[in-house]
């Protein structure tokens, strides 16, 4: 079975499980998978029943599909994501993306727990990514080019929509809710970062650092959808402060953050 007869029969299999045809796909990161709670007329799908979905591993991440409708938008919500570091081959870790534009998906908001490297961030503010560095040491791309989703050599200039982000910066200012902007540096994980390695990424330019996001948003860019990313800033980097990070942090700050992260993600979906 090549790789678009893959996707097709995981898209299959949940279109005859939904009541509507998504329009808006939301990846849900560490710690912030609640938002998916508020979708009404749910449709709740899990990973593992899904011919050819990967499983999530880590905790924090639900493992689950939660499809309805949310302000007015036709959502289809990942609770949890899967991540190079838990061994998946890319293939897999971008699978989903690939599947929710089968489905209709034309928008997609990447979110995730993110170690901020610029001075000045602290734990709890919210970052609108503006642009990304990849240093995970591949692309999903590679490989066997699947013509039916893209091109062979898609241009990255405006992986973040400029009018999506705007929207985001607009609905931020509308609730008070304070909002930075930033690059995001995609690294593999598990480990973080020694201080040298944050020094770094902040010599080039990142404001932040994840073990996610970076190889779904080339795969939603190659596949024509716009997307939205945002990062919650759950700890600050090694060498930022003085204790090292850890994912009980991460995860407690993306806890604590949600009602303010929800509350910005509704009128965002209301907006857009």
């Known amino acids: 079975m090549d790789k678009m007869e893959r996707y097709k029969k995981a898209a299959n299999f949940i279109e005859e499980r939904l009541n509507t045809q998504p329009a808006v796909g939301m990846i849900l ?3 912030l998978g609640q938002m998916a709670e508020y979708i009404e007329g749910k449709r709740v ?3 593992s029943d899904i011919p050819g979905f990967p499983v999530s591993t880590v905790e924090g991440h639900a493992g689950r599909l939660v499809a309805g409708e949310l302000m007015g938008q036709r959502i289809i919500a990942m609770q949890g994501r899967f991540h190079y570091y838990e061994g998946y081959p890319m293939e897999q870790v971008v699978f989903p993306v690939r599947v929710m534009r089968l489905l209709g ?4 908001i990447v979110t995730n727990a993110a ?7 602290k734990p709890g503010d919210l970052m609108v990514i503006t642009d990304h560095i990849n240093l995970m040491g591949y692309n999903p791309l590679i490989g066997t080019n699947v ?3 893209g091109e062979r050599f898609p241009g990255m200039t405006k992986a973040y929509d400029r009018d999506l ?3 985001a910066l607009g609905c931020a200012k509308g609730l008070e809710i304070e909002v930075r902007q930033g690059v995001y540096c995609g690294v593999t994980g598990p480990s973080f970062e020694t201080p040298a390695e944050i020094r770094m990424l902040g010599i080039i330019g990142g404001d932040a650092v994840g073990m996610s996001t970076v190889p779904e948003v080339i795969t939603a ?3 024509g959808m716009k997307v939205l990313g945002i990062s919650c800033i759950t700890n600050m980097a090694a060498g930022v402060l003085h204790h090292a990070p850890n994912h009980k942090e991460v995860l407690e700050v993306g806890k604590r953050v949600q009602e303010k992260f929800i509350l910005l993600l509704k009128e965002i979906l209301r907006e857009i």
Do not use: A, N, P
């Open 29 to 31: 990161g560490s710690g």
């Open 45 to 47: 799908i899990d990973y």
């Open 105 to 108: 998906v034309k928008r997609l």
């Open 115 to 121: 170690g901020g490297v610029k001075k000045g961030f």
């Open 147 to 149: 013509d039916e989703m």
């Open 165 to 167: 982000i705007d929207t």
């Open 221 to 223: 860019v190659h596949c």
